[in-house]
């Protein structure tokens, strides 16, 4: 039996038009649409493929405000069978080793895990840090940028994909994997699957009841910051060439002038 935590992240929809606040140049997540991040979805696919391989349980792990339940819910009706959702307003603007701090105090809250699965970077912070914080962290093996993932007894093998060929990995369990975008296509919820999440347990707790101190998190105690940010100018008109015979010069001298050639 392997017992699988999965790692998920709610975000502003890549669609959807992303901005800082104004008060503390976080992230506004009321601004957007939220979504179930595409990475997450896959590492998610590739947890439920191992179960179904043989025994076990999938259990979602996800730290953000109370809309990240819609996530959550997402995720179990995939087919996930519980999740540890932590909230709490300390957390707001936490860099990502606080982050990762919560989180692995979150998993070992999930008794006699044996993998956890996590996507290589969020959509939203693109820092892909994580994944390698809380596998230090926890004193577990880490097998990153994962393209197929295979588990054999009590160790795991992975392959991963770089233009100079194929990456052959290997560890004992436990161990945390990040997987790539390429590894799988997820499945679409069904609507038993969607029925069902409804009534799949999901744990709320706040970073005391995972004996993490407040202190310790949050934007004031962040390694980084914004200190300012400004939209991005919009597009000025570009310069037209008219072609009297010298088009090819003037082009020439443009380039020139502009230091790209």
Known sequence: MTNIVVLVKQVPDTYSERKLSGADNTLDRESADAVLDEI????????????????????????????????????????????????????????????????????????????????????????????????????????????????????????????????????????????????????????KGIMAAKKKPVETLTVADLGVDAGEVGLGNAWSSVLEASPKPPRTAGERVEDEGDGGSKVAAYLVAQKLI
């Not at 590492?43 to 979602?60: C, F």
């Not at 962290?137 to 097998?143: A, D, N, T």
């Open 40 to 191: 997450n979805e896959k590492a998610v696919e590739e947890a439920l493929k191992i179960k179904e391989a043989g025994e076990g349980e999938v259990t979602v792990v996800s730290v953000g405000p109370d809309r990240a339940t819609d996530a959550i819910r997402k995720a179990l009706s995939m087919g996930a069978d519980k999740a540890i959702h932590v909230s709490d307003e300390a957390l707001h603007g936490s860099d990502a080793i606080a982050t990762a701090k919560v989180l692995a105090a979150a998993i070992s809250k999930v008794e006699g895990f044996d993998l956890v699965i996590t996507g290589n970077e969020a959509s939203d912070g693109r820092g892909g840090a994580v994944p390698a914080i809380i596998a230090e962290l926890l004193g577990l093996p880490q097998l990153t940028h994962v393209n197929e993932l295979t588990v054999d007894g009590t160790s795991i093998k992975a392959d991963r994909y770089t233009e100079d060929g194929v990456t052959h990995l290997e560890a004992n369990l436990p161990a945390v994997v990040s997987v790539g975008e390429k590894i799988n296509e997820p499945r679409y919820p069904s609507f």
